[in-house]
Antibody, heavy 124, light 112 residues
Framework: QVQLQESGPGLVKPSETLSLTCTVS????????WSWLRQSPGKGLEWIGH???????EYNPSLKSRVTISLDMPKNQFSLKVRSVTAADTAVYYC??????????????????WGQGTLVTVSS | QSVLTQPPSVSGAPGQRVTISCTGS?????????VHWYQQLPGTAPKLLIY???NRPSGVPDRFSGSKSGSSASLAIIGLQAEDEADYYC????????????FGTGTKVTVL
């Protein structure tokens, strides 16, 4: 049974870079998509982006200019970096496995399972 | 800002049926994109409840069912139980601009 666990600093200063790591156990990151999502009171649930096992990435257009997601195969981990953070980036950050279902030439991603989440506060 | 709209709250007595709507537009649900549903119990991470509009993952009780029509989707809970008190979110894909996975605004289900 695949399990995911987020780790990283809980407090980041404005204008700095938020960095989180997701450790995957019970399965390999060499298959599936691996996503980051966040949840804040003001904006609800938001998909940040994902990385495929090949290393290819896709990001939410609203965050694309500030975000990088990457894989660390030997450690079975994937990571998130959000640059130039502001208070609006304060949220609970989740990592999750993305599973695709395809039909009629279109593919749709669902997230299962999720990590327990980690609160990141942006404040000086 | 969420592009899928859900009612903020719904409630029902144990054993009753409740439904949660998820209203989108021509660039997401109305474009034929599949809808998934998640349950978030207090203090926990979201959990996949329904995928591809009407499929239940292994272990999800059959009192949960999903449907989709036009630009909207619905989650029904038939035979509401106390442990169903949680927040529920729909998710789909939006093909406007560069495209992205998008979530609903969320619905709090209260068991009376």
């Amino acid at each position: 049974q695949v399990q995911l666990q987020e780790s990283g600093p809980g407090l980041v200063k404005p204008s700095e870079t938020l960095s989180l790591t997701c450790t995957v156990s019970g399965g390999s990151i060499r298959t599936y998509y691996w996503s980051w999502l966040r949840q804040s009171p003001g904006k609800g649930l938001e998909w940040i982006g994902h990385v495929y096992s090949s290393g290819s990435t896709e990001y939410n257009p609203s965050l694309k200019s500030r975000v990088t997601i990457s894989l660390d195969m030997p450690k079975n981990q994937f990571s998130l970096k959000v640059r130039s953070v502001t208070a609006a980036d304060t949220a609970v950050y989740y990592c999750a496995r993305g599973r695709m279902s395809c039909s009629g030439g279109s593919c749709y991603e669902r997230f299962d399972p999720w990590g327990q989440g980690t609160l990141v506060t942006v404040s000086s | 800002q969420s592009v899928l709209t859900q009612p903020p709250s719904v409630s029902g007595a144990p054993g009753q049926r409740v439904t949660i709507s998820c209203t989108g537009s021509r660039s997401n649900i109305g474009a034929g994109h599949d809808v998934h549903w998640y349950q978030q119990l207090p203090g926990t991470a979201p959990k996949l409840l329904i995928y591809d509009n009407n499929n239940r993952p292994s272990g999800v009780p059959d009192r949960f069912s999903g449907s989709k029509s036009g630009s909207s989707a619905s989650l029904a809970i038939i035979g509401l139980q106390a442990e169903d008190e949680a927040d529920y979110y729909c998710q789909s894909y939006d093909s406007s601009l560069s495209g992205s996975n998008v979530f609903g605004t969320g619905t709090k289900v209260t068991v009376l």
